[in-house]
């Protein structure tokens, strides 16, 4: 069975960062691509960063410059920092693998 959790988000500042992290069992994590997305309320689940095998990686026009994907295939586990914080990037943001999807991790920027 093939578990995706987030973790990281909470209440930020705009201009503040924070760290995001997906854990991910059941599935072989070192082969395949694994993905960051968010969905804001009322909004489609829009991409933010992707990460390949290789180490590769890919970043949302938005995102390029403040966000930086990262990948620790030992431990299982994929990170998104996440710079310069605006309130319009409130949204829950999810991790990928494959087919498979965490419940997300809320973000909130505010002051």
């Known amino acids: 069975q093939v578990h995706v959790v987030e973790s990281g988000g909470g209440f930020v500042q705009p201009g503040g960062s924070l760290r995001l992290s997906c854990a991910a069992s059941?599935?072989?994590?070192?082969?395949?691509?694994m993905a960051w997305y968010r969905q804001a309320p009322g909004m489609h689940r829009e991409l933010v960063a992707t990460?390949?095998?290789?180490?590769?990686?890919l970043y949302a026009d938005t995102w390029k410059g403040r966000s930086t994907i990262s990948r620790d295939d030992a431990g299982n586990t994929v990170y998104l920092q996440l710079n310069s914080l605006k309130p319009e990037d409130t949204a829950v943001y999810y991790c990928?693998?494959?087919?498979?999807w965490g419940k997300g991790t809320p973000v909130n920027v505010s002051s």
């Open positions: 059941g599935v072989i994590f070192r082969d395949n691509n």
């Open positions: 990460i390949t095998p290789s180490k590769q990686t």
């Open positions: 990928n693998i494959l087919q498979y």
